[in-house]
T-cell receptor
Framework: DSGVTQTPKHLITATGQRVTLRCSPRSGDLSVYWYQQSLDQGLQFLIQYYNGEERAKGNILERFSAQQFPDLHSELNLSSLELGDSALYFC?????????????FGSGTQLSVL | AQTVTQSQPEMSVQEAETVTLSCTYDTSESDYYLFWYKQPPSRQMILVIRQEAYKQQNATENRFSVNFQKAAKSFSLKISDSQLGDAAMYFCAYRWRGTASKLTFGTGTRLQVTL
């Protein structure tokens, strides 16, 4: 158990809908990362937050947004969903967000867009 | 942009034998970190080993070791005395030392361990 909790584990929805994925980092970790894993694009970095502030941004679509709350949990919002958004979405956390830090990954949320 | 390439989509090894997974990367930076992550069927990503680019000594973690060739931009993972529990997807990853850097993954190598 990594200590990172992601909910829900599975999500099935329809095109055009909006969903929210939730992540609780390990106790004491200030940095949260979101990754998308799909068969065609592999593991893609979406966004990183550190203590409530956005720190780094990757290939995150404009239809996607995220935030980190004062209690350090994070949410990833996906809107106007398309079939191609079907993927495994990972959240990870680390202590301070430095490059050498070990990332602890959650078990992911499997999103299926029908 | 940094890229990470894993040219072996699948590898197979017999239990107790040794296997090497390949990884190459492309970067113009000199100070960075390299990682190998394991993703078993449970889907959870687990850090196997980490290498700092400014350290010439290859990292080792029990049965796992790396061969880091900075000039060649190569970072292979050697698994000794392979066990059934080593069966998983293995991802090589790169992260520049600077602030706001991202962890970039390769496409992965699926390792099968046979009896």
């Amino acid at each position: 158990d990594s200590g990172v909790t992601q909910t829900p584990k599975h999500l099935i929805t329809a095109t055009g809908q909006r969903v929210t994925l939730r992540c609780s980092p390990r106790s004491g970790d200030l940095s949260v990362y979101w990754y998308q894993q799909s068969l065609d694009q592999g593991l893609q970095f979406l966004i990183q937050y550190y203590n409530g502030e956005e720190r780094a941004k990757g290939n995150i679509l404009e239809r996607f947004s995220a935030q980190q709350f004062p209690d350090l949990h994070s949410e990833l919002n996906l809107s106007s969903l398309e079939l191609g958004d079907s993927a495994l979405y990972f959240c990870a956390s680390s202590v301070g967000g430095e490059a050498n830090e070990k990332l602890f990954f959650g078990s992911g949320t499997q999103l299926s867009v029908l | 942009a940094q890229t990470v390439t894993q040219s072996q989509p699948e590898m197979s090894v017999q239990e107790a034998e040794t296997v090497t997974l390949s990884c190459t990367y492309d970067t113009s930076e000199s100070d960075y970190y390299l990682f190998w992550y394991k993703q078993p069927p449970s889907r959870q990503m687990i850090l196997v080993i980490r290498q700092e680019a400014y350290k010439q000594q290859n990292a080792t973690e029990n049965r796992f070791s790396v061969n880091f060739q900075k000039a060649a931009k190569s970072f292979s993972l050697k698994i000794s005395d392979s066990q059934l529990g080593d069966a998983a997807m293995y991802f090589c990853a790169y992260r520049w030392r600077g602030t706001a850097s991202k962890l970039t993954f390769g496409t992965g190598t699926r390792l099968q361990v046979t009896l």
